[in-house]
């Protein structure tokens, strides 16, 4: 976080300083103080790193609720996983759910004062760093860059000539006359590359932009799942989501409003039954009127009044009817999920009231019989063929969820049937008739409302933006004087680079040409005995610190 | 149901990465006789002999021939089933070699001249072709999930990053190897031995300012003066051991396959000698250490954007930026690695030896997010296995 260089903290104040130390208890401000040092520390910071990193782990190997609920359950009523003890102890640690869990939070929330407490000393110094002028150089002839020209110009134009090569490289610079030098020639003083610490500190910042986006995006944010049939319509209310997880800020009135009506929807599949294409033809419908037909995929969203439709699941949805007599109990799109690779099950609220009755359903797309066993030929639905079982009894209907199970235990299995598509068939003696009219299909829809993506992007542009030049510009100075001689002017062009040294040797050698060039003077190494300094000279005065 | 991919052009493109994996074999034993003819003198600097010259141009050349054809290989994959040539292991594997040796020929070779090193940088190539050709697919269409220009961002950018950070893998672990030979060398001449510090003072000034001339000198003489010395220090019994251990352990847990088991453990403990056989082979630590940090910088952006893209692409698919998914979870967690590693460099006590096992750790997670969560965690990345 910082390139700081750690040191031992100094003694807090009021306690003496060396001499025998004395087992100390810290008063409350003590102790707030030293544990804002020890979280500004970088290694700190480090350890809280490799904190989130462990959580990620832990993440990655135990299922997560928000994740996977249904592994999650299984877990903890020991169908898998370690056992049940086992899951009660990481319940206690919410390792389910460790991205929701206290601690998690607080390693984010400690990262992000420790971040705090970094960045807003470094922000001061960088603003003053940048504002400040050049530093003015001394003893160049004593830096390991530096290299000497013979000019046949006066010492101002060979200054000028060199300010030009300078400007064109893109250097701060400032000119410092002859008589506030150590010297006592004009120099110019010329630096570059704060774009190493400024875009160490945007990359680090942009952080707190992606806190933000992340928060609003939370708060204000709402994602619903929901299942349509062809044919059928849903509308954006809350009610009419089987799964929603609107954010605490985004209420009730916040739905559009708007109905989108499933026209038709088309699979595709590979020979080995996996869907190689689906798509939803979907059209959009405000107050009755039809506004706008699209197609809806995988990779491509509907966009509508600041809401977006995913296509997420698909499925086959038979239509059934179920009679006794002229009264109908049940018909509708009975949606089915899919139970393993050959076949798709589901289950028919038929009658909620006492007597329970429910259909439960098994479809097999692609029906065939082989050496006297049903076989399903693949995934494309060319000769469904339907199994209903019966039951009647108290099977527990009434609760609201899960739609497709229901209590075998209290009711009991009446009777079965075997329908192939617009066939209907008559069970219990003629009783009750069943009918599979026609195959249909069904779509699952993720609808999101994400605000803060404008935010959660801009994030992302400044972290990359300040992460570029944090790892490669790196900050250099560079001065040049000139000192009247006979012939014209004796030109010393000295650097230091404060990182990447090597990265600014290449770039010295061709500054230093770039200069020969201009002056229309070869380079030669500084000589010793040439110290534009003389012993005892200007050094004495004025000994300006460089920093 | 049509004709999902050109069979013909798909055999053949596996022919050629046979071939190119052949070819990276013989250059890899090529560059290793390089290194054994090159003397690194105390300053870092390599001077080969004729014959080492020599044998390190063939084996360039192979490898370069080898890049050639394994390029082709893949747009013929390409080719055969109409789509970007990395959307499976098999294909990402192969990819991504590729990618390692040309970073190693570029970075390493050209623009560090550490030539002599790359026989390193083509063992990991090799290991990953060979993990992919466990993982071979004939080429075919995607999943609905992955038909998107996004799969060219997201995959292209990590897979870039990926094969940097395997560069810097290899001089990370040189950098370890070498470092522990020098300790021990001063050690047992008696020196005093800087500790922590020295393995990086020549590089520390990169982030404080500080000169680089401060090794002393007599540190300096006691470790380069025998420069089999330091293959004396090191265990020849361990260093082959411990990769066989290790790969065979790993391979039979995981794949159940014990003669291929035996096979990779085999490959493993021949790196392994040959590592220590290298040591005196090797530039200093400090340098390797450089050359991991560059192209751990090098690579870090390229990652950052690879999740930011992946963030953007979730977002576009299913309707969200970030789930936590395994897959998602592990990229983070390689990037706080990495992340931790460059902080690391720049911090009192952690530059050195302590930063580089962070640099080792965050390729294993590297790994593991991409092998392990592939092949093994249930997740909305998982159609991509295999």
Known sequence: MTETIERDSAPPAGQPGPGPRLPQILGPIETAQWLWRRLRRMSTALWLLFGLAAASVVATFIPQEPVIPTTVESWRAGIEGPGPEVAAAFDALSLFDVYGSWWFMTVVVLLFVSLTGCLLPRWRAFVRSVRRQPVKGRRLDELSNAVAYHSTRDPEAALAAVDEVLRRRRFRRRAVSADATESGDAQIAAERGHAREGGSLVFHSAFYVLL???????????????????????????????????????????????????????????????????????????????????????????????????????????????????????????????ADAD???????????????????????????????????????????????????????????????????????????????????????????????????????????????????????????????????YRRRVWAEARPTPEGSRVVLAGVALHRKDAFDDEYAALADDVAQALGAEQRPVEPGEATVEPGDVRSEAEEPTR | ?????????????????????????????????????????????????????????????????????????????????????????????????????????????????????????????????????????????????????????HVTAAMVASSIFMVAFAATALYLVKDTAERRVAARSGSVYGGSTVGAASVTSEADGQPDDRLDGDADEARYASPLAQRQVLSPVLFPLVPFAVVLAFVLVVWRAPVAALLAASVAALVGILTWYAVPHLPPAATLDTVAYRTVAFGFPIWTFAVIAGAIWAEEAWGRFWGWDPKETGSFFTWVLYAGYLHARATHGWRGRRAAWIGVLAFVALMVTYYAVNLFVVGLHSYAGV
Request: aromatic letters at 10%; proline letters at 4%.
């Open chain 1, 212 to 338: 933000v986006g992340i928060l609003v995006a939370q708060s204000f944010g709402f994602i619903g799942q929901v299942n349509v049939a062809e044919g059928q319509t849903f509308t954006d209310t809350r009610i009419s989501y089987d799964l929603a997880e609107p954010g605490p800020l985004f209420g009730l009135d916040a739905h559009r409003g708007f109905s989108v009506r499933l026209d038709d929807f088309d699979v595709g599949w590979f020979p080995d039954g996996t869907p190689e294409r689906f798509v939803s033809t979907v059209t959009v419908l405000e107050d009755g009127q039809e506004l706008r037909t699209e197609e809806v995929e995988v990779n491509h969203r509907l966009e509508h009044a600041g809401m977006n439709v995913y296509q997420m699941r698909f499925g086959m949805a038979p239509l059934l009817t179920v009679s006794s007599g002229d009264t109908m109990l049940y018909e509708d799109q009975l949606t089915l999920s899919q």
């Open chain 1, 343 to 473: 076949t798709w099950s589901g289950v028919a609220k038929v009658s909620v009231a006492d007597p329970q009755i429910a259909l439960e359903v098994l479809l097999v797309p692609s029906f065939a019989v082989e050496d006297g066993e049903v076989i399903n030929r693949g995934p494309a639905p060319d000769e469904p063929r339907l199994f209903a079982n019966l039951w009647v009894g108290d099977l527990g209907l009434e609760r609201p969820v899960p739609s497709s199970e229901f209590d075998r235990e209290g009711g009991e299995r009446v009777d079965a049937v075997e329908l192939g598509e617009g066939e209907t068939a008559e069970i219990l003696d003629g009783a009750i008739e069943v009918g599979f009219s026609e195959l249909t299909m069904w779509s699952g829809f993720q609808v999101g409302h994400q605000p803060g993506r404008s935010i959660l992007l801009a994030s992302g542009v400044l972290v990359l933006a300040g992460l570029i030049p944090s790892l490669y510009a």
């Open chain 2, 1 to 153: 149901m049509a004709e999902f991919y050109d069979a013909q052009l798909g055999s053949l493109s596996h022919t050629l990465f046979n071939t190119a994996l052949v070819a990276y074999l013989v250059s890899m034993v090529g560059y290793f006789f390089r290194m054994a003819y090159t003397r690194v003198a105390a300053d870092g600097s390599s001077v080969s002999t004729t014959v080492g010259r020599r044998i390190g141009q063939a084996a360039t050349a192979l490898a370069l021939a080898g890049a050639a054809v394994h390029l082709a290989s893949i747009v013929l994959r390409g080719v055969a089933a109409d789509r970007v040539p990395w959307a499976n292991m098999y294909e990402y594997s192969s990819a991504l070699a590729l990618l390692a040796v040309l970073v190693g020929l570029v970075v390493l070779q050209r623009r560090l001249g550490l030539g002599h090193l790359m026989g390193f940088v083509l063992a990991l190539s090799i290991v990953t072709m060979a993990i992919g050709l466990m993982l071979y697919t004939d080429p075919g269409p995607v999943v609905p999930s992955l038909q998107s220009y996004w799969i060219q961002i």
